[in-house]
């Protein structure tokens, strides 16, 4: 089946610092990538989709300059949380769209983000 | 209106007990439908998809009704390892590729 994993699983941040994490599909080409936070005991929420070569589409009320959304390649997506804050602390999750018009999404095993 | 309900529960159930969730969506522009199983800190992964005419994957049925816009899932036999929350999932095309999660059913399975 299909593979997507994530970099790093875990990561602890200071205050104002910047955080890069890693979206990889590993046996197959995702021309959409979503990105989605999860806060505890909630549901997940998507945070932006990613088309490869194009610029990100946000969903309202999520900030495209604190969040930097890179999808360079067919393989690899790349969230930044920019000037990082304790609210910034959740579950961060991807997932990955093979074709445009497949609508199955294969997700990463989430990065884990704590911002003290 | 939340795009996707479910109830949270969380159920409790024994070991052996049949259980159902229902979910319903309010866009009738929704193309496909999904359950979705998610551990506790972990990813959702895929449990199965939904159609009108049914589906079903061994001890796990789950059911699309469109005129009532609701989704089902009927769990029977239920193990231990069935402990989990699980997601109700929309795809939404309305110009644009959606997807939708309903906030989680959690389910526990006792012995």
């Known amino acids: 089946g299909a593979v997507v994993s994530q970099h790093p699983s875990r990561v602890i941040c200071k205050s104002g610092t910047s955080v890069k994490i890693e979206c990889r599909s590993l046996?197959?080409?995702?021309?959409?990538m979503f990105w989605y936070r999860q806060f505890p005991k909630q549901s997940l929420m998507l945070m932006a989709t990613?088309?490869?070569?194009?610029?990100?589409?946000?969903e309202q009320g999520v900030e495209k300059d604190k969040f930097l959304i890179n999808h360079a390649s067919l393989t690899l997506s790349t969230l930044t949380v920019t000037s990082a804050h304790p609210e910034d602390s959740s579950f961060y999750i991807c997932?990955?769209?093979?074709?445009?018009?497949?609508?199955?999404?294969?997700f990463g095993p989430g990065t884990r983000l704590t911002v003290t | 209106r939340k795009e996707v309900e479910q109830d949270p529960g969380p159920f409790n159930v024994p070991e052996g007990a049949t259980v159902a969730f229902n979910c319903t969506y309010s866009?009738?522009?929704?193309?496909?439908f999904f359950w979705y199983r998610q551990d506790c800190r972990k990813e959702p992964k895929l449990l199965m998809s939904?159609?009108?005419s049914g589906n079903e994957d061994g001890r796990f049925t789950a059911q699309l009704n469109r005129a009532s816009q609701y989704i089902s899932l009927l769990i029977r036999d239920s193990k231990l390892s069935d402990s989990a929350t699980y997601l109700c999932?929309?795809?939404?095309?309305?110009?644009?590729?959606?997807?939708?999660f309903g906030a989680g059913t959690r389910l526990f399975v006792k012995a």
């Open positions: 997932s990955a769209r093979e074709g445009r018009s497949s609508s199955e999404q294969y």
């Open positions: 046996d197959f080409q995702a021309t959409t």
């Open positions: 990613s088309n490869e070569g194009s610029k990100a589409t946000y």
């Open positions: 866009n009738s522009a929704s193309q496909s």
């Open positions: 939904v159609y009108s």
């Open positions: 999932v929309v795809n939404l095309n309305t110009g644009g590729f959606k997807t939708i």
